[in-house]
């Protein structure tokens, strides 16, 4: 189809395009600033009147939005969105308007007021409302990008009490979800919602952006909401405007959305959010390196060189596996506590046999490196009887040490392996 997309350029708009002529559909991008070469660009502002709707138009998609401190007014924005109403209506377009999570109204902020305004227009025309929850992931852009060097310049991770809540989407899976409804004629006058099903709280939001994103350790602090109010009032709108206050302000009061309904309507599956944060959209890649360092140290008796661990992370990519099974934080700090769920009374279940055959995996891997035969080999230098004699005993105590472990730790090791399960279903 072909789709006119105002705010092609901006943090959603840029993915939406992509993802849209990735997909087969014509794209016209209705922006301040030229677009790539490879769309058609229709030069737009939203002070500006409405252009044209481009001969063949199907959808107008209305992405563009005032969200600095700059001229547009919320009247004008109203007014600009009316505008394209009447575009997409003279050149029988549908009209897809995304609007925001804080729309209400009697939201606490203007920019959730305002999308309210325009939502309203938008139901009244027949055209359709998108809500989407916090947008994450990709480049660090709009909130995100602010939180995202937050995380990169704070050693601290404030926790807002009372805690807000948000309903993260990937900005792929809310562009995904984007060119379902473009793709389905069966919508009019209706609002989807679109976020994670349940609600988080935003100091969570956080430590995953911390944690997988800018891959630091940050320490929690509780911040008082209070205390922000009075920061703002200190700083003044502008200022607080300008330090992303106003917007943190925005997920304060945050109404809880109902998306289920919406996400499986349009047949759409959300990312999990651990994954999401990863720059490339997916964290199974780093998954696998994860799972391979802990393996491979557990059988080399040492950290693995960096091409053992890439050959196990390509080698399940092969296989088709889609995510890693070891998660326990224990497991990746001591590999060595992979002994305790190295023997056949949990490798012979039906739950540890993926682990036996990634075991064998990593095995094959190691033996087959100069770093394995090394270890597995020895470096066949002679030794003294009373040496060979020695190093026999100690390791015939360590095997004994272990056996007795083992034994002992054999809740524990169920524990640490269904703590791995339950971190992937999460």
Sequence with gaps: MKL????????????????????????????RQPCPATYAWL???LRDPAPE???????????????STAATSADDEVEAAQALIRCAQQGSARFIFISSQTAEATAPGVYGRTKWRIEQHVLAAGGTVIRPGQVYGGPERGLFGLLSGLMR????IPILMPAPCVQPIHVDDLAASILAVVEREDLHAEILNLGAVQPIAFGRFLMSIATHRVRAARLPVPLPVVLLKLLRQALGQSLSAKWGLERIFSLIHLPPMDSERSLQKLGIQLRPLAHGMHRSGQGQRRGFLQEAAVL????????PQRSLVSRYA??????????????SRLLMRWPILLALLDNPGVLHKPDGQDLSWRLQVALGIAEASPQGAQVFLGALQPRS??????????????ALAWKIASLLGRPFARQLLRGSEAHREA
Excluded: M, W
């Design 4 to 31: 006119l997309i105002t705010g092609a350029t901006g943090y959603i708009g840029q993915r939406l395009s992509a993802l849209a002529a990735a997909s087969g559909h014509e794209v016209v991008c209705a922006t």
């Design 43 to 45: 030069p737009y502002d």
């Design 53 to 67: 709707c481009p001969a063949g138009t199907q959808v107008l998609i209305h992405l563009a939005a005032n969200t």
């Design 153 to 156: 310049r704070s050693p601290f």
């Design 296 to 303: 491979l140290h557990y059988l080399l008796k040492r950290p």
């Design 314 to 327: 390509r080698a399940l990519e092969r296989a088709g596996k889609t995510r890693s099974i070891i998660h």
């Design 385 to 398: 009887l009373v040496a060979t004699l020695v190093a026999l005993g100690l390791t015939s105590v360590k």
